[in-house]
């Protein structure tokens, strides 16, 4: 997946693409069964180097019924510390060959930092794919 | 937010009990627990949040936890 940017754009915002977040795959396909909704929900979301975890606004959790699977401690430079919730959620790439997560862990902590992004895509993300950035041509590419 | 600091006390206060005894067997596998039951040690997150669904069903709650002997920080810059 090529992800065209100008290098002005990936300079100024980051690489960053449109996500589909929700439930995780077999809480949808159960619960459908028994007339349970779980909706998703699309968002913008920034590939995040600097991030262990992938993160999300805890209002995605609320809004997609994500289920609670622990805590986390999260130590945000210049921003939030603390135990955060983490939810199970699967998340998709649509317009992309990218495969979609099925089951994935994200943890909810207000992004502070990055008010345009819903969503910080970490390393825990990043370690499933080769991910190249060209800051010269703008390009960034993503390969599964 | 109350709710969620609250969320999984029970199974987080089992996770501490027996900690120190599953991690001789199970270093770095993720261990599931709903209430007092433990559905048992999976070697990543998301066959051990399956195991967690098909154990206790997708409406109840269960704490999906890693095995560490210090309990790691993540930071976010």
């Known amino acids: 997946m090529k992800l065209p940017f100008t290098p002005t754009t990936l ?9 589909l977040i929700s439930a995780t795959k077999l809480e949808v396909i159960e619960g459908r069964a028994i007339g349970l909704e ?3 929900m699309s968002v913008r979301a920034l590939i995040d180097t600097g ?21 986390q401690k999260i130590n945000a430079v210049g921003g939030e510390a603390g135990e955060f ?29 990055q008010p345009f992004f819903s969503c910080l895509i970490g390393r825990d993300i990043l ?3 080769l991910f190249t950035y060209d800051g010269r041509s ?4 993503i390969i599964a | 937010m109350a709710t969620e600091e609250k969320a999984l006390q029970k199974e987080l ?15 770095g596998d993720f261990v599931v627990i709903a209430d007092e039951t433990v559905a048992g040690f999976y070697p990543d997150y998301e066959s051990a949040f399956k195991a967690g669904l098909g154990k206790f069903g997708i409406q109840a709650s269960f704490l999906v936890k890693q095995l560490w002997a210090e309990e790691p920080v993540y930071l976010i810059h």
């Open chain 1, 11 to 19: 300079f100024q915002q980051g690489p960053h693409l449109e996500i």
């Open chain 1, 38 to 40: 779980y909706p998703d």
């Open chain 1, 51 to 71: 991030a262990s975890l992938t993160i999300i606004n805890p209002q995605i959790a609320t809004t997609c019924k994500l289920k609670q699977t622990g805590r």
């Open chain 1, 85 to 113: 919730p983490e939810y199970a959620a699967a998340i998709s790439f649509p317009g992309s060959r990218l495969p979609s997560l099925d089951t994935t862990r994200v943890v909810a902590c207000p992004i502070i930092r």
């Open chain 1, 127 to 129: 370690r499933k794919w």
């Open chain 1, 138 to 141: 703008g390009e960034v590419e």
């Open chain 2, 13 to 27: 206060t089992v996770f501490e009990q027996h900690k120190r005894e599953w991690l001789r067997n199970h270093p």
